[in-house]
């Protein structure tokens, strides 16, 4: 598979922030760090990692709104600021720009590599993982 991210469209939920990227991916990691899982309030994050210049913001960027982990190193996150969707941010350092892979339209033609963190999941994410699958609500 392509590690190839080509013009792949985003959004936040609302719609008034959209964006579209393109470029080498250096990495897609499922986060399951405790900063991850209360930042996105679900059992892990996913996140593609390009470089900062792989972006290009079509609407809404006056909509943006970010946040700092004071002690951390390297966490942010960006959302929006109607909606509180998390959009993609330049990392602390600015080495790094880091895309929510789910703020993409469809599939982005790269997958995750690994679960980072894994010690830290969430207490009930296994047993998740083999719950029953439903197309809708069950």
Known sequence: MSRQLKNISGSCLCGEVTFVVSG???AFHLCHCTRCRR??????ASNIFTKPENIAWLSGEDKIHR???PSAK???KQFCAQCGSGLPYIN???TALVIPAGSLQGDPGVV???NIFWDSRAAWYDQGVKA????EYC
């Open 24 to 26: 080498e991916v250096s």
């Open 39 to 44: 930042s996105t309030g679900s059992a892990h």
């Open 67 to 69: 946040y700092e982990h």
């Open 74 to 76: 390297t966490f942010a």
């Open 92 to 94: 602390r350092p600015g």
């Open 112 to 114: 995750p590599e690994d």
């Open 132 to 135: 029953v699958c439903c197309a």
